[in-house]
């Protein structure tokens, strides 16, 4: 059964960047089949996507978050990780890792979200 | 990009009875749509993607219709812990995109 699991800081300062890293067992994050990716649900809120990677290391992010976000992968430890900078009180939220099944035909990392971690809670604030 | 609306917002339901939850997308997304099921304190659970292919051990009490811009979710008979927040997402169109989740209360 995959698993897969957030870790990282539970409270930022403001302006600091957010680190979150996604650790996935049960399965091989090197699977040609998949993408990997971050989702995140502000308290009360609707989900919203962050962006993706595949084992290779291309990434995909949100026009909204690009100019913040940054994604890697490390296939020798079977994680990804997530980047954040210059973080404010917005960007508080619960934040899940993922795994995106994609359409047939389809390449530009967009699916369906088959496997989720718990989730983890950042909480931005001095 | 592509918004997609939910309604409505929260659905008043009785145990046993049917519930039927909208999606509706700002422009096509074909057939590329999942409904994800998010109980308080958990993360979202997989239920439809296709617009009508049920994922892995979900009952055959939730089924998904719709193409295009209009879906459906619908719950034949509300079971217990069927209580909970329902969110469609389209994944055909960049950037994929969630609606704002429609909440299913007990009556």
């Known amino acids: 059964q995959l698993q897969l699991q957030e870790s990282g800081p539970g409270l930022v300062k403001p302006s600091e960047t957010l680190s979150l890293t996604c650790i996935v067992s049960?399965?091989?994050?090197?699977?040609?089949?998949?993408?990997w990716g971050w989702i995140r649900q502000p308290p009360g809120k609707g989900l919203d996507w962050i962006g993706n990677i595949y084992y290779s290391g291309n990434t995909y992010y949100n026009p909204s978050l690009k100019s913040r976000v940054t994604i890697s992968v490390d296939t020798s430890k079977n994680q990804f990780s997530l980047k954040l900078s210059s973080v404010t009180a917005a960007d508080t939220a619960v934040y899940y890792c993922?795994?995106?099944?994609?359409?047939?035909?389809?390449?530009?990392?967009?699916?369906?979200?088959?496997?989720w971690g718990q989730g983890t809670l950042v909480t931005v604030s001095s | 990009e592509t918004v997609m609306t939910q309604s409505p917002g929260t659905l008043s339901v009785s145990p046993g009875e049917r519930a039927t939850l909208s999606c509706r997308a700002s422009?096509?997304?074909?057939?590329?749509l999942a409904w994800y099921q998010q109980r308080p304190g958990q993360a979202p659970r997989l239920l439809i993607y296709g617009a009508s292919t049920r994922a892995t051990g979900i009952p055959a009490r939730f089924s998904g219709s719709g193409s295009g811009t209009e879906f459906t979710l619908t719950i034949s008979s509300l079971q217990s812990e069927d209580f909970a927040v329902y969110s469609c997402?389209?994944?055909?169109?960049?950037?994929?995109?969630f609606g704002q989740g429609t909440k299913v209360e007990i009556k």
């Open positions: 997402q389209q994944y055909n169109n960049w950037p994929q995109t």
């Open positions: 049960g399965g091989s994050i090197s699977s040609s089949s998949y993408y």
């Open positions: 993922a795994r995106v099944s994609p359409p047939l035909f389809k390449y530009d990392s967009s699916g369906y979200w088959d496997y």
């Open positions: 422009q096509s997304v074909s057939s590329n």
